[in-house]
């Protein structure tokens, strides 16, 4: 089992960056597939960033591509979320979320694992 644990939220005006970062516990943390979502007021959860099988590649939702950048550390059991040039779209609770069993769907249902979630909140 991972218990994930974000932090790094807080309030930036537009165009400005934040990192946020997820700790994670567990010897086997190198195994799971992580990602980050995030939720905005009266929306939907939704996908992010990932890392795709065991490390192997990134992916990202079109609206945050070229503008967040997603990294792990597993010898430090952490995976964290650069966001720079955030806009006040990007708005949202940010959750770091583990998969046990890679899927390639990036989708929520396929994720084990969430950790509480962090405020990010972007000024005009």
């Not at 992580?34 to 992010?48: H, I, L, N, S, T």
């Not at 503008?67 to 966001?83: C, E």
């Amino acid at each position: 089992q991972v218990q994930l644990v974000e932090s790094g939220g807080g309030l930036v005006q537009a165009g400005g960056s934040l990192r946020l970062s997820c700790a994670a516990s567990g010897r086997t943390f190198s195994l799971y597939a992580m990602a980050w979502f995030r939720q905005a007021p009266g929306k939907e959860r939704e996908f992010v960033a990932a890392f795709s099988e065991r490390g192997r590649g990134t992916y990202y939702a079109d609206s945050v591509k070229g503008r967040f950048t997603i990294s792990r550390d597993n010898a430090g059991n952490t995976v964290d979320l650069q966001m720079d040039s955030l806009k006040p779209e990007d708005t949202a609770v940010y959750y770091c979320a583990a998969e046990r069993y890679y899927s390639g769907t990036f989708s929520r249902s396929s994720y084990d694992y969430w950790g509480q979630g962090t405020q990010v909140t972007v000024s005009s």
